[in-house]
């Protein structure tokens, strides 16, 4: 069974609006981390906002937010007023321990473009 | 902090030829992975260590794929023979796992891998 799942495989945003990026995941491990990561077209990865299962709080990192819904089971990524920049792959990871350790594991990830 | 540290960025190889991607992990960090990622598989992890010592290889792909971490600071990733379905980006990303609460992987800029 996929652990996480992003639907989008491409989403279209104009500067300066609001977008979100989907992602669910699968797990019965009570304790567990979401991260998302974003890799321009020059290739790295890097990491953006980390979100764990017990924080009760919405994790915010400036324009970055992550909509928590743990019931559902999703962690949607929220990119408020889009820049040119913004354009890129982005992906949803999870972190938890069934396997007895720990490691992130990916979903196939979101481009997003924004236009001018 | 310099980062997690790869060479080569990118390497071509004739089919059959052996390759080594080479990593230096960020100091003090205690996990380091490899990850591969290909448009049809997305990021897959081929093998974790903990403190040097490998704890799950199970990402592996085949007897070809085998990877070392002599110490702390170098970790290496060797194909032997390498076949062009090994073309990919190759990342080593290295984390401080403390057994509890967020930690985020750091990853490298990538060896892109041609064989052709």
């Known amino acids: 069974a996929q652990k996480i799942t992003q639907t989008q495989p491409g989403m279209f945003v104009q500067e300066k609006e609001a977008v979100t990026l989907d992602c669910t995941y699968d797990?019965?491990?009570?304790?567990?981390?979401l991260f998302w990561y974003k890799q321009p077209s020059s290739g790295e990865m890097i990491f953006l906002i980390y979100?764990?299962?017990?924080?009760?709080q919405n994790a915010t990192e400036g324009r970055y937010s992550l909509n928590f819904q743990k019931a559902r089971k999703s962690a949607n990524l929220v990119i408020s007023a889009s820049q040119l920049g913004d354009s890129a792959m982005y992906f949803c990871?999870?972190?938890?321990?069934?396997?007895?350790?720990?490691?992130?594991?990916f979903g196939k990830g979101t481009m997003l473009l924004v236009s001018p | 902090d310099a980062g997690v540290i790869q060479s080569p960025r990118h390497e071509v190889t004739e089919m059959g030829q052996e390759v080594t991607l080479r990593c230096k992990p960020i100091?003090?960090?205690?996990?380091l992975f490899w990850y591969r990622q290909t448009m049809m598989r997305g990021l897959e992890l081929l093998i974790y260590?903990?403190?040097?010592?490998?704890?799950?290889d199970s990402g592996m792909p085949e007897d070809r794929f085998s990877a070392k971490m002599p110490n702390a600071s170098f970790s290496t990733l060797k194909i032997q023979p390498s076949e062009p379905r090994d073309s990919a980006v190759y990342f080593c990303?290295?984390?401080?796992?403390?057994?509890?609460?967020?930690?985020?992987?750091?990853f490298g800029s990538g060896t892109r891998l041609t064989v052709v």
């Open positions: 979100q764990g299962s017990y924080d009760q």
């Open positions: 797990t019965s491990d009570p304790s567990y981390g």
């Open positions: 260590f903990n403190n040097n010592v490998p704890i799950d």
């Open positions: 990871a999870m972190r938890d321990q069934l396997s007895g350790y720990s490691t992130l594991t």
């Open positions: 100091s003090g960090h205690n996990s």
């Open positions: 990303a290295s984390s401080l796992d403390q057994g509890a609460g967020d930690y985020g992987y750091t």
